[in-house]
């Protein structure tokens, strides 16, 4: 078995499509980013990396190349679940936070769940997410910023 976390960060701005583990979510703000912005994936692809002592996101996906540019992360999530899968490893388990202040993601959370699920070739009942605030505190508190942190078991096929 191995073990891998991943966080990530984004800012919210206005005029971007509200996206998190692979599902849009209405919202006036979406995360800032060269792909969609997706947090949630993108820290669930770094726990997968990391688990698999590959590096992480920026290195596999970066930012200069214009081939990510507004890509769905939902689609480097996939690539990364592969490469797992390439090295003889499935998804134990995925256990997730989301923090934001807005807006709520509990209506979103099964559709997240199986959106992440069907990438990484692993059952619903396997992927847990969780939602809080940071309770009107920093970035994320005044509703400027999203985050998430990932953990992941891997196991050996």
């Not at 994320?140 to 985050?147: E, F, K, Q, T």
Request: hydrophobic share 40%; proline share 4%; with cysteine.
């Amino acid at each position: 078995m191995r073990f891998g976390i991943g966080y990530d960060i984004h800012r919210l701005i206005e005029g971007r499509k509200m996206v998190l583990g692979g599902v849009e979510i209405p919202h006036a703000k979406g995360p800032e980013g060269h792909s969609d912005g997706d947090c949630l994936l993108h820290a669930v692809c770094d726990a997968v990396l990391g688990a698999m002592g590959e590096g992480d996101i920026g290195q596999k996906f970066p930012d200069t190349d214009p081939a990510y540019k507004d890509i769905a992360s939902i689609k480097l999530l996939k690539k990364v679940a592969g490469w797992m899968t390439d090295a003889g490893y499935s998804a134990g388990n995925l256990d997730c936070v989301v923090i934001l202040e807005s807006p709520r993601i509990g209506p979103y959370r099964d559709k997240m769940a199986s959106a992440i699920a069907e990438a990484m070739g692993t059952s619903p009942g396997n992927v847990s997410i969780k939602a809080k605030t940071a309770e009107g505190l920093g970035d994320i508190g005044s509703g400027n910023a999203v985050a998430a942190y990932a953990a992941v078991l891997l196991e050996e096929k």
